[in-house]
T-cell receptor
Framework: DSGVTQTPKHLITATGQRVTLRCSPRSGDLSVYWYQQSLDQGLQFLIQYYNGEERAKGNILERFSAQQFPDLHSELNLSSLELGDSALYFC????????????FGQGTRLTVV | ELKVEQNPLFLSMQEGKNYTIYCNYSTTSDRLYWYRQDPGKSLESLFVLLSNGAVKQEGRLMASLDTKARLSTLHITAAVHDLSATYFCAAYGKGAQKLVFGQGTRLTINP
């Protein structure tokens, strides 16, 4: 157990809908990272928050957004969902802002039907 | 832009044999990570390599980093079935402040 908690574990939703994925980092970690893993794109970095502020942005679509709250948990919001958004979404956390060592959660498997 | 390439992408080997997975990256990176992923599971951190010439070993796995060649290797010694998994390397792009992953190497170890 990495100490990073993601909910829900599985999510099935219809195209056009909006979902929220939640991540609680390890105790003491200030950085949260979101990744998307799909068969065709592999593992891709989406976005990073450090102590409540956006720190780095990757290949995140405009339909997706994230935030990190004062208690350091983070949410990834995916809207206007398309079939191609079906993927495993991972959250990782680390103490520092520069990804020295990050620990991954179990992931949320999103299926868009 | 930092790109990371692994090879081979698929590797089937027999128990007891040795093999190496290669990870090349395209631009300067000051750290290299190796992860293991079992099917449908999360990524487990194996090694973090922070400097040129770094070598780390854990059990039957040994990782090394050559920053001049922009190459990291994951060597498997006397493979056992339990090592069957997908192995990812990832390089940290300091400019972009993100971890860039390779495609993964699916390793199958047959009895």
């Amino acid at each position: 157990d990495s100490g990073v908690t993601q909910t829900p574990k599985h999510l099935i939703t219809a195209t056009g809908q909006r979902v929220t994925l939640r991540c609680s980092p390890r105790s003491g970690d200030l950085s949260v990272y979101w990744y998307q893993q799909s068969l065709d794109q592999g593992l891709q970095f989406l976005i990073q928050y450090y102590n409540g502020e956006e720190r780095a942005k990757g290949n995140i679509l405009e339909r997706f957004s994230a935030q990190q709250f004062p208690d350091l948990h983070s949410e990834l919001n995916l809207s206007s969902l398309e079939l191609g958004d079906s993927a495993l979404y991972f959250c990782a956390s680390s103490i520092e802002s520069e990804h020295t060592e990050a620990f991954f959660g179990q992931g949320t498997r999103l299926t868009v039907v | 832009e930092l790109k990371v390439e692994q090879n081979p992408l698929f590797l089937s080997m027999q128990e007891g044999k040795n093999y190496t997975i290669y990870c090349n990256y395209s631009t300067t990176s000051d750290r290299l990570y190796w992860y293991r992923q079992d099917p449908g599971k999360s990524l487990e951190s194996l090694f973090v390599l922070l400097s040129n010439g770094a070598v780390k070993q854990e059990g039957r796995l040994m990782a090394s980093l050559d920053t001049k060649a922009r190459l990291s290797t994951l060597h498997i010694t006397a493979a056992v079935h339990d090592l069957s998994a997908t192995y990812f390397c990832a390089a940290y792009g300091k400019g972009a402040q993100k971890l860039v992953f390779g495609q993964g190497t699916r390793l199958t170890i047959n009895p």
